[in-house]
T-cell receptor, first 117, second 118 residues
Framework: EPEVTQTPSHQVTQMGQEVILRCVPISNHLYFYWYRQILGQKVEFLVSFYNNEISEKSEIFDDQFSVERPDGSNFTLKIRSTKLEDSAMYFC???????????????FGAGSRLTVL | AQKVTQAQTEISVVEKEDVTLDCVYETRDTTYYLFWYKQPPSGELVFLIRRNSFDEQNEISGRYSWNFQKSTSSFNFTITASQVVDSAVYFCALSEAPVTGGGNKLTFGTGTQLKVEL
């Protein structure tokens, strides 16, 4: 079964460092997402991406965050200068186009755990 | 704004007991989708079910069943004859109907930790 692949599975970084989290969505999917989950809390939407641009972003997704789809397969989340409160599990997700036959079911990756010291 | 409430933070049951996880949602959209995801201890999010707002038929899949009631804005999830492997955090989520170019983000509840013991 097709899956969303995320790397790294766990990254430890120092406060103030830049971090790039990588995702390979399912190949025929058109919509891409990043969510985060602070330990023990709910899953929160960060950003959605379609047709090579951001379609929606949350208040969490400030200027320190950026997303990119550099080569048509990878989908990256960059945190420019990490803070302690960025420590969380980051989930990438993707889905197919519009329609009602399961089109808006998001398939999530296994997550990338970011620890900021 | 969309909102999902899972009032049960943690539930503990003994294996083979039935358990119901509650989910109440709020939305102004007339067309929307409801989901349940499972997060086992390994951390990944596993899709369980999707319902659209026009389909209030209850659904059964093996030991899992879902009760969608639009009148009370609830989408409850029942596990029959629970097993230890069912131990996980279960999230209810809500999204608007998909549109071209639209974000179609999921709004998650806070999750219910289910512990099934022998």
């Amino acid at each position: 079964e097709p899956e969303v692949t995320q790397t790294p599975s766990h990254q430890v970084t120092q406060m103030g460092q830049e971090v790039i989290l990588r995702c390979v969505p399912i190949s025929n999917h058109l919509y891409f997402y990043w969510y985060r989950q602070i330990l023990g809390q709910k899953v929160e939407f960060l950003v959605s991406f379609y047709n090579n641009e951001i379609s929606e972003k949350s208040e969490i997704f400030d200027d320190q965050f950026s997303v990119e789809r550099p080569d048509g397969s990878n989908f990256t989340l960059k945190i420019r200068s990490t803070k302690l409160e960025d420590s969380a599990m980051y989930f990438c997700a993707s889905r197919t186009g519009t329609g009602y036959s399961g089109a808006n079911v998001l398939t999530f990756g296994a997550g990338s755990r970011l620890t900021v010291l | 704004a969309q909102k999902v409430t899972q009032a049960q933070t943690e539930i503990s049951v003994v294996e083979k007991e039935d358990v119901t996880l509650d989910c109440v949602y709020e939305t102004r959209d007339t067309t929307y989708y409801l989901f349940w995801y499972k997060q086992p201890p390994s951390g990944e999010l596993v899709f369980l079910i999707r319902r659209n707002s026009f389909d209030e038929q209850n659904e059964i899949s093996g030991r899992y069943s879902w009760n969608f009631q639009k009148s009370t804005s609830s989408f409850n999830f029942t596990i029959t004859a629970s097993q230890v492997v069912d131990s996980a955090v279960y999230f209810c989520a809500l999204s608007e109907a998909p549109v071209t170019g639209g974000g179609n983000k999921l709004t998650f509840g806070t999750g219910t930790q289910l512990k099934v013991e022998l």
